[in-house]
T-cell receptor, first 119, second 111 residues
Framework: GAVVSQHPSWVICKSGTSVKIECRSLDFQATTMFWYRQFPKQSLMLMATSNEGSKATYEQGVEKDKFLINHASLTLSTLTVTSAHPEDSSFYIC???????????????FGSGTRLTVV | SQKIEQNSEALNIQEGKTATLTCNYTNYSPAYLQWYRQDPGRGPVFLLLIRENEKEKRKERLKVTFDTTLKQSLFHITASQPADSATYLCALVRRDDKIIFGKGTRLHILP
């Protein structure tokens, strides 16, 4: 089945530094990937849509200069949190869409998530 | 703006019984609706999808219904097992393929 690998699974960084999170589709090509953020006991909030070979589309309220997204190939998208602050600490998750077989329909595969802690 | 609500934050069900989770949405007519399972510290795992012209979809012990008049979906797990304990997310898929998630229902299957 379709697999999305996300790395690292957790990271601790100092305030003011930048952190890069990678999202790879291992056995399918993903022209579109999505990046989400999830706070404890909250729903996943879409941050941006990453399009291969073009600029990402950000949701309202998400700072594009702070959350840099690069989708350089059909299997890799990266999210860089620049000048991280403690309030950026969260669970970041990527996903990619594919013509899956689960449930007989068009499924989305999610990465396992990255727990970012800014100290 | 579109809203999606899962009416129970947590639900305790005795093992062997049927667990029923509810998802209601407003201000939109989605092309389809999905259900995911999420374990602590992990990304969501896709379970089932149901389209707007479908009333019911089944997969093994799982069943999803979709009532576009009531703007509601029900998710059932029959013969529930402790391993079914997790958070279950309802997701509305917009026609631009973006997903709006509910907050989820934490299901506890009691042995």
């Amino acid at each position: 089945g379709a697999v999305v690998s996300q790395h690292p699974s957790w990271v601790i960084c100092k305030s003011g530094t930048s952190v890069k999170i990678e999202c790879r589709s291992l056995d399918f090509q993903a022209t579109t990937m999505f990046w989400y953020r999830q706070f404890p006991k909250q729903s996943l909030m879409l941050m941006a849509t990453s399009n291969e070979g073009s600029k990402a589309t950000y949701e309202q309220g998400v700072e594009k200069d702070k959350f840099l997204i690069n989708h350089a190939s059909l299997t890799l998208s990266t999210l860089t949190v620049t000048s991280a602050h403690p309030e950026d600490s969260s669970f970041y998750i990527c996903s990619a869409s594919h013509r899956g077989t689960g449930g007989g329909g068009y499924g989305y595969t999610f990465g396992s998530g990255t727990r970012l802690t800014v100290v | 703006s579109q809203k999606i609500e899962q009416n129970s934050e947590a639900l305790n069900i005795q093992e062997g019984k049927t667990a029923t989770l509810t998802c209601n949405y407003t201000n939109y007519s989605p092309a389809y609706l999905q259900w995911y399972r999420q374990d602590p510290g992990r990304g969501p795992v896709f379970l089932l999808l149901i389209r707007e012209n479908e009333k019911e979809k089944r997969k093994e012990r799982l069943k999803v219904t979709f009532d576009t008049t009531l703007k509601q979906s029900l998710f059932h797990i029959t013969a529930s097992q402790p391993a079914d304990s997790a958070t279950y997310l309802c997701a509305l898929v917009r026609r631009d393929d973006k997903i709006i998630f509910g907050k989820g229902t934490r299901l506890h299957i009691l042995p």
